[in-house]
């Protein structure tokens, strides 16, 4: 079955870490460049963070700058998501999104909620 699969979501305190994962089943990922959005209530969903298929360079909305990291092992077919020092705005469900420029194949995960609250 072809799908990606988001994971490690939760409710986590102010300053405090999480870490996503999205790994993907019948497909390849080293192929696809690989994105995490989040979609907090009643707001359109947002690009958080890119890395690219090759080369591995990344790109992060300025709110999330120097607090998340993304990562990719290709060997585990899975893309990481680093969140630290986790803000309430950082509330949302965060989605996985992998797309191939080549076919223009585009998937999309179920998504996890990420609840930043004291």
């Known amino acids: 079955q072809v799908q990606l699969v988001e994971s490690g979501g939760g409710l986590v305190q102010p300053g405090e870490s999480l870490r996503l994962s999205c790994a993907a089943s019948?497909?390849?990922?080293?192929?696809?460049?690989m994105r995490w959005y989040r979609q907090a209530p009643g707001k359109e969903r947002e690009l958080v963070a890119v890395?690219?298929?090759?080369?591995?360079?990344?790109n992060y909305a300025d709110s999330v700058k120097g607090r998340f990291t993304i990562s990719r092992d290709n060997a585990k077919n899975t893309v990481y998501l680093q969140m630290r020092n986790l803000k309430p705005e950082d509330t949302a469900v965060y989605y996985c999104?992998?797309?191939?420029?080549?076919?223009?194949?585009?998937?999309w995960g179920q998504g996890t909620q990420v609840t930043v609250s004291s």
């Open positions: 999104n992998a797309f191939r420029v080549a076919t223009r194949d585009n998937r």
């Open positions: 019948g497909f390849i990922l080293s192929s696809y460049v």
């Open positions: 890395i690219a298929s090759i080369g591995g360079n990344t």
